[in-house]
């Protein structure tokens, strides 16, 4: 199991590193315009797994725990053709649209369907087998293609974002192909016929937990729905650019979330789960670091995002909030199967979201009051979950210790040089650490003599 949890974690670190050091160098030589056109891509492109109804979801919830060798060849190619032939259709009508549209955009969206939604039945059967060997060979394959491509771009000084759309959808296969590989040599993808009964049976089997996560996806984007069709596409460019940045939380954040579920699950013990929130909460408290690095970035190498840092400055707040949510809340719906009280309280703050949205298209639309607006629904969703695991509500001294350091860091924000407002926020940091969460401070100074 450890070398299972290792190689899913090294190959999601490479992956997103990948992504952190492409959304540095991509901006550097595409216009914002440009960019922004190239991010609205991703960004249909994420909603994608919609398309299957919850079929890969079903598959996955049919096959969780069970041994390889038990499966059988004729229904996994059976379920694989169904899927197949479906988003076939399904793409062919996004791209003919797109032609009518003289869309290019709608046309690649189009033309990643169908790797797209096959590669996330691959992988859903590779993890529900255990299969993590395979499963992170496809993701380590497509992250150093990713990346080489976009240094070729980039060296080249390539500036049309249509270039790098067509090349990404190509980038996009890759794990399709990869995937289609390995299945074929387990015999799991002879070609037969679409099944409306198999087809309809794992449907209804996923559609709940697809809904959810759909859910979840819209609650992340809806910021950027309201400022992609209200704003114009250089407003979108910057606020994409500002969350792209964030992807550097995410590279510690997204590990720990999936080790987290099944440790969770197994202990089901309230003092573990709360020392863990802890430990959590102090790690996350570090992020503002990384925002005076990124400001001396942007100041110095693009120019041209300087008022990105500000809508970073917001949404960082905003991702300790979430990822507290995503890491250690979502994880205790699950282990204790309580995901329909999970999806009644992201419901409620989707709507919250929603609603501020709407006031402020109403009022004056921009891109900083849909930054607090993200802010808000986020730090209301935790409250709300904060509520629902009662147990889990800070004590005064984690209080003190959160927004003490908020607070500094909102102070930060007026201080002008980057290395003095670092050198305020490290010592705080430490001292506010050490004297207001003791045992973590213990526990990391432990792991640090352990291990250097």
Aim: aromatic content about 18%; hydrophobic content about 55%.
């Amino acid at each position: 199991m450890k070398k299972d949890i290792y190689r899913v974690f090294s190959s999601n670190m490479i992956k997103m590193v990948v992504t952190f050091l492409s959304a540095f160098i991509v901006p550097m030589v595409l216009s914002v315009a440009s960019y922004g056109y190239l991010k609205s891509y991703q960004f249909y492109a994420s909603y994608i797994g919609i398309t299957h109804l919850g079929f890969c979801d079903g598959i996955y919830l049919f096959y969780g725990g069970k041994n390889e060798r038990s499966l059988s060849k004729k229904n996994i190619s059976v379920q694989w053709s169904s899927l197949l032939l479906y988003e076939v259709v399904i793409a062919t009508i996004f791209i003919l649209f797109g032609i009518l549209e003289k869309n290019l955009i709608v046309i690649c969206v189009g033309a990643t369907i169908v790797p797209n939604v096959i590669f996330t039945f691959y992988s859903y059967i590779f993890q529900a087998v255990g299969d993590f060997t395979n499963y992170t060979l496809i993701i380590n394959i497509y992250s150093v293609i990713n990346m080489l491509i976009n240094l070729i771009l980039v060296l080249l000084k390539v500036r049309d974002y249509r270039i790098y759309m067509i090349l990404y959808v190509f980038i996009e296969t890759v794990p399709f192909f990869v995937g289609t590989y390995l299945f074929a040599k387990k015999d799991w993808v002879t070609f037969t016929k679409f099944n409306p009964k198999i087809f309809k049976k794992f449907i209804k089997a996923g559609i709940l937990l697809m809904i959810g996560n759909f859910a979840y996806s819209i609650f992340i984007g809806i910021d950027k729905w309201f400022i992609k069709f209200t704003l114009p596409i250089k407003e979108f460019s910057m606020f994409s650019f500002a969350s792209q940045m964030l992807t550097v939380v995410n590279m510690f954040i997204t590990p720990i979330a999936m080790t987290l579920y099944s440790n969770i699950s197994k202990r089901q013990d309230h003092y573990f789960e709360i020392q863990i929130k802890k430990v959590l909460v102090c790690i996350l408290m570090v992020i503002p670091l990384t925002i005076y690095a990124l400001e001396f970035v942007i100041y110095n190498f693009m120019t041209r995002y300087i008022q990105a840092i500000s809508i970073t400055s917001i949404l960082l707040i905003t991702q300790i909030f979430l990822s507290l949510n995503v890491a250690v809340f979502v994880n205790l719906y699950k282990a204790y199967k309580k995901q329909k009280d999970y999806f009644i309280r992201l419901l409620i703050s989707l709507i919250v979201a929603v609603a501020i949205d709407i006031v402020i298209v109403l009022i004056n639309s921009n891109t900083m009051w849909f930054a607090f607006s993200t802010m808000i629904s986020c730090c209301i969703w935790l409250l709300l979950n904060l509520k629902y695991f009662s147990y889990m509500n800070p004590k005064r001294k984690e209080s003190i210790y959160v927004l003490g350091l908020l607070l500094i860091y909102l102070l930060t924000l007026l201080v002008n040089n980057i290395f003095l407002k670092f050198a305020i926020y490290s010592i705080s940091y430490l001292f506010m650490t050490k004297q207001l969460m003791p045992e973590q401070w213990k526990y990391f100074l432990k792991y640090k003599n352990r291990y250097f």
